[in-house]
């Protein structure tokens, strides 16, 4: 149970950063909620979109598996006789899943079962509530009308629905929460104004996409929330959106096309970068597998419209890759992410992630939930990376679900060939600071960990993660993980641990991690086997 200085503490830590823009739209947000609740139904006049030109997309991963059977998140459910597009019996990210209507683009759909989906959906339509708030809205608009331009459908009820879905959209957009939500709006809007050619939606989506896109893409082409799960995602959305605008004539604006491919290189440059030869991305902050396109669909799909991945060098999102002949080496020595929304956001600075021979071995762990709970602290917590904690404290204090008190702030990075050397302020309540150099030849890497500031003896835990399918065994001082060696300087304590490694939502597997205790300073060696 926190003290109330404790929670008084987190509670301004965290609510320092948010901006007025934030602060005055929950405001509006939550009264709209309260006071104004405007459930959308049908328009009476007469809607007649144009269908549009679109090419071929990525297909949707399978979710629905016939006979009202569907699964999310890992966590299938059949609905015996009508759909509950409400259900509460898992997550809410859960129905949110179901209410996005990615399964219309799945591969393995009939059109019957698609059109039976729609029209149980359309019945009771007012009653809703999970599936007409901004997000999933946004979602599910781009879904529509990406289906019924491919199989070329026109549905008086299906447009009527969608259109005042679409006016509830563009009054509610996502201000409260920023991010990426906010862009989804956008790119929602940018579908919603082709399809049904209507010059508000243009003008709300063109402005969002244009100051959010300049926001939220850094430098290195990099999304600002610092998760490759969703660079991945809004990447997905923009080049839907470069489709878009490429095939359809209306309200064509050369300048609007340009802006959004320019920002397409330069995010293909970085997810092109940074992934692992064998097409894994690293899996930091808010990132799991089986949710996004993978990079080689998302770089294919930028080849099909004609845009090329830029060639770009890491910089502003603080990740590095390091690629050797038998290893890539992945370093994060960047700040959590945006001071204002880091609700992706790990405490995991420093945090490293090493692959051997295009295989998995040293890992991030993932994300398995986004609920309240236990879990979704722990996963996001200092000892679930592989970095350093302090005095068993947190370098940045995580906490609910989405909220980040205290953060460390990298104040010092000194790259050379060969080497990176770096420090965090995570600890500087404490008076403390934390320094890690990386080095690295052929086949060998080396880091070494000290913690600065008076006294001098402080205490600290280094963690590594292996892979489940690494096996790991301590002997002779010497701990050998896979095709690795590891051994520490000064001789010190450690043990092995089982821990939850995250492959998906809901689903973890056990997999080894070495706790390596030590005073004020460690040299980790690791040396790459035949």
Known sequence: MLTLSRRISLYYHT???LTFKQI???????????????IPSEVSRSIDPQLLNLLPSIASRKSYLGNRTFIYLNKPKIFAEKIDWEFSGFEKLWVYNLNYFDFLLQEEITEKDSIQLLDEFCDDIAQRKEGIEPYPISLRGINWIKFFTYN??????????????????ANNLEYHLLGNHLL??????????????????????????????????????????????????????????????????????????????????????????????NGDIPMVNDSTGGITPDP?????????????????????SGYRMIRQQDFELFIDIG?????????????????FILYVKGLPVIVDRGISTYSKSPQRIIERSTESHNTVKVNDLE????????????????????????????????????????????QWEERKIKITDSILGEPMMQSGIAYFHFHPDVTVQIKNDLITAGNLTLFFTPQTSYTLHDYDYAEGFNLTKKAKRLKVSFTATLETTIAIND
Do not use: C
């Not at 005055?24 to 006071?35: A, G, H, W």
């Open 184 to 277: 989804e709006n956008g790119f929602s809007l940018m579908f919603g104004a082709y399809y049904f050619k209507n010059e508000r939606l243009y003008k709300k989506a063109r402005r969002i996409l244009i100051d959010e896109l300049n926001e939220q893409i850094l430098n290195d082409g990099a999304h600002f929330e610092l998760s490759p799960m969703y660079h991945q995602i809004i990447l997905f959305r923009l080049l839907d959106s470069i489709n878009l605008l490429k095939n359809n004539l209306w309200n064509h604006n050369d300048d609007l096309l340009i802006f959004l491919e320019s920002k397409a290189r330069k995010m293909l440059g970085w997810i092109k970068i940074i992934t692992f030869s």
């Open 152 to 169: 070329r459908i026109t549905n008086p009820r299906y447009n009527s629905i969608l259109y005042s879905h679409y006016r509830h959209l």
């Open 395 to 438: 370098q940045s204090e995580v906490w609910a679900s989405f909220r980040v008190g205290r953060r460390a702030k990298v104040i010092h990075i000194n790259e050379q060939i060969g080497e990176i050397f770096a420090i965090h302020n995570g600890y500087q309540y404490l008076r403390i600071k934390h320094q890690r150099a990386w």
């Open 24 to 38: 005055y739209f929950q405001v509006i947000y939550r009264l709209k909620k309260t006071f104004f609740k405007q």
């Open 15 to 17: 609510l320092r950063y």
């Open 335 to 351: 700040n959590i992410g945006p001071d204002y929304i880091p609700g992706h956001a790990h405490s995991d600075t420093f945090n």
């Open 296 to 316: 080689f669909a998302l770089l294919q799909y930028g080849r099909k419209l004609g845009l090329e991945a830029e060639d770009v060098s890491l910089s502003d």
